[in-house]
């Protein structure tokens, strides 16, 4: 079993990773929410501008997601410009009581 200390250094780190990733405007954040590859905030308005996706700014927080089927088609046009980094499930929401998520 991982001790409390090993899991609140992991999560300062992980957030300081997201934290890079979304304050520069080289980068897109994308999580793996359901079928859709989700960027929210100042990232999501960048992915709506090159993809052409709706982008929903009336939302909290604003959103813009690619149907995991589509991310082939769009993903050269964004990367012509900007990083893309994915957040995606490591396990299953049923089989577990805490999901574990990594970025690559």
Request: aromatic content about 8%.
């Amino acid at each position: 079993m991982r001790k409390q200390a090993d899991v609140a250094s992991e999560v300062n780190a992980l957030t300081h990773q997201v934290n890079t990733l979304t304050e520069s405007t080289d980068n897109i954040l994308l999580f793996r929410i359901g079928d859709y590859h989700e960027a929210f905030y100042a990232q999501a308005e960048m992915l709506s501008k090159i993809t052409g996706e709706t982008y929903h700014s009336r939302r909290n927080p604003p959103i813009c997601g690619i149907r995991y089927d589509q991310l082939e088609k769009h993903l050269p046009a964004i990367l012509k410009t900007h990083n893309v980094a994915f957040c995606e499930s490591m396990s299953g929401y049923h089989r577990v009581s805490r999901i574990e998520r990594k970025t690559t």
